[in-house]
């Protein structure tokens, strides 16, 4: 089992849907997550973070977060064609010091 | 406000070959990582630095050596270069105590022929 586990997609949305992004995670000690956006050639771009379990929201994003489950989620309501991106789960591990584990990522594609 | 910076933006090199790569954090952060993209793949994480110290290292060979310097600015060094070492190379900065909070650099792309 993968440290952090993101479906790869493509996930395919029509522009103004919402895009549901799912990320599941090994360590349940985790206490972080973050959610970053990466465009085609670029360096990631840090979106989101949760720390507690429920929802946050920020702008049209909302990230979710379960940790009896081990799962954290982001939601793009109203997507738009500038959100086509690959989006990266994060979690960091580790004590005196961490190191984050990336999942592989989803790419998200929203049609015009 | 200045957000992290990484120097050379790209770079050709030889199998066999060293490289060093540079970082300048965020201003207000102490913390370096640094972190290998390979196409199509999550970040991989490479080691962590703080107080000029490697606090964290992933499953990297020995070839992939860091420091810190007084100014919190980071290098990378990668010594017999491989093909598969070309990738993106990222640096992220971040303030000890604040959640571990990241934020990237552009990234360095390095091919290796």
């Known amino acids: 089992q993968k440290e952090v586990e993101q479906n790869s997609g493509p996930l395919s949305v029509p522009e103004g849907a919402i895009a549901s992004l799912n990320c599941t995670y090994s360590?349940?000690?985790?206490?972080?997550f973050f959610w970053y956006r990466q465009y085609s050639g670029k360096s990631p771009e840090l979106i989101m973070f949760i720390y507690s379990n429920g929802d946050k929201e920020d702008g049209r994003f909302t990230a979710q977060l379960n940790k009896a489950s081990q799962y954290v989620s982001l939601l793009i309501r109203d997507s738009q064609p500038s959100d086509s991106a690959t989006y990266l789960c994060?979690?960091?591990?580790?004590?005196?010091?961490?190191?984050?584990?990336f999942g592989a990522g989803t790419r998200l594609f929203v049609k015009a | 406000d200045a957000g992290v910076t990484q120097s050379p933006t790209h770079l050709i090199k030889t199998r066999g070959q060293q490289v060093t790569l540079r970082c300048s954090p965020k201003s207000g952060h102490d913390t370096v990582s640094w972190y290998q993209q390979a196409l199509g793949q999550g970040p991989q994480f490479i080691f962590q630095?703080?107080?000029?110290?490697?606090?964290q290292r992933g499953n990297f060979p020995d070839r992939f050596s860091g420091h810190q310097f007084p100014n919190y600015s980071s290098e990378l060094n990668v010594n017999a270069l491989l093909l598969g070492d070309s990738a993106l190379y990222l640096c992220a900065s971040s303030r000890r105590g604040l959640r571990e909070t990241q934020y990237f650099g552009p990234g360095t792309r390095l091919l290796v022929l």
């Open positions: 630095y703080y107080e000029e110290e490697e606090r």
């Open positions: 994060a979690v960091p591990r580790g004590t005196g010091g961490f190191k984050t584990i």
């Open positions: 360590d349940r000690g985790s206490q972080s």
